[in-house]
Structure formats: C-alpha cells, structure tokens
C-alpha cells in the first residue's frame, strides 16, 4: 500500500459476536475493501480485528462491524492505533 492516507486500527468487538457468522462476514468485508490483517475470536466472547489500508475503507469496514451480521448483536467496538499487519491479505486466525 502507498500514499499518506492509510490507517491501522486493533478492533475488540463485543456483544453477540460468536456463533453467529460473525468472523465470515467481516472478513468478507474486508477483502471486498481491499483492506490487509485479521481477526479471531477471543476466549472472553469478543472478536478481535486488525486492519489495514485506506482511510476510507478502514472507516467503511468498522461501520459493517458495527452492523454485523443477521443474528450478531454489537454491543461496543474498542478502536486503538497499531501497526500494520506483517502478512498481506486478510485472514482469520485461531481462537486466542
């Protein structure tokens, strides 16, 4: 990725985001806004995300997040600053 309009969030999702499809539908998501990182589910019932690249569409994806899939209810996203992911693509991981 190039240009100065590029941002790196660590999203922590909570609510009903488990079980749901929750995980499959934003990484849908991400890959159709052409954004890099992962997410995973996390053992304390929140889903955990790091994303990548335009300003724009990072925007575009917390907003689907918010939204979530039929079924997920969103409670709160926590949005923190980070490094961009090592890896290229986007990915789901392992529980941690």
Same mark, same amino acid.
């Given at each position: 990725? $190039?240009?100065?309009?590029? $941002?790196? *969030?660590?999203?922590?999702?909570?609510?009903?985001?488990?079980?749901?499809?929750?995980?499959?539908? %934003?990484?849908?998501? %991400?890959?159709? *806004?052409?954004?890099?990182?992962?997410?995973?589910?996390?053992?304390? @019932? $929140?889903?955990?995300?790091?994303?990548?690249?335009? $300003? #724009?569409?990072?925007? %575009?994806?917390?907003?689907?997040?918010?939204? @979530?899939?039929? @079924?997920?209810?969103? #409670?709160?996203?926590?949005?923190? #600053?980070?490094?961009?992911?090592?890896? #290229?693509?986007?990915?789901?991981?392992?529980?941690?």
């Amino acid at each position: 990725m $190039t240009g100065q309009d590029i $941002t790196s *969030l660590r999203l922590r999702i909570e609510g009903a985001v488990q079980g749901v499809g929750y995980r499959a539908f %934003a990484a849908a998501e %991400a890959r159709k *806004l052409a954004l890099e990182g992962w997410m995973r589910n996390r053992s304390d @019932g $929140t889903v955990e995300a790091l994303v990548c690249g335009e $300003t #724009k569409q990072v925007e %575009a994806f917390v907003a689907a997040c918010m939204r @979530g899939p039929p @079924g997920a209810q969103v #409670k709160n996203i926590d949005l923190h #600053k980070a490094e961009p992911p090592a890896e #290229k693509g986007f990915r789901t991981c392992p529980t941690l």
